[in-house]
């Protein structure tokens, strides 16, 4: 992400898609890469946000983001179904990280 953000990649082009609440998930004590924000999605998705947006599929289904990273475990990852709806979420780029449990 912070490559992408040094390539002149806009933050609100990003998402960060994980399964399982943030507190439980790889990206627990991330609040910031570089001097950008990360924070939730919430109720709503703002394209022109200023911050790394993170989320998890429940909330971001039927929407879309220019780049998606998907942070999960391999089990979750492994339903065919699951990962097509969250892969699917990407337009433009997709990187997929998944951990062994």
Do not use: P, W
């Amino acid at each position: 992400v912070g490559e992408l953000l040094k390539q002149g990649v806009y933050s609100g082009q990003i998402v960060l898609m994980i399964d399982t609440h943030k507190k439980e998930s790889c990206i627990a004590d991330l609040a910031k890469i570089g001097r950008v924000k990360v924070e939730a999605v919430g109720r709503t998705f703002r394209e022109k946000s200023n911050a790394v947006r993170y989320t998890n599929i429940r909330l971001f289904k039927g929407l879309e983001s220019d780049i998606v990273f998907m942070l999960g475990s391999a089990g979750e990852s492994a339903q065919v179904a699951s990962f097509y709806t969250r892969a699917s979420r990407a337009r433009l780029k997709l990187f997929v990280y998944s951990i062994d449990s």
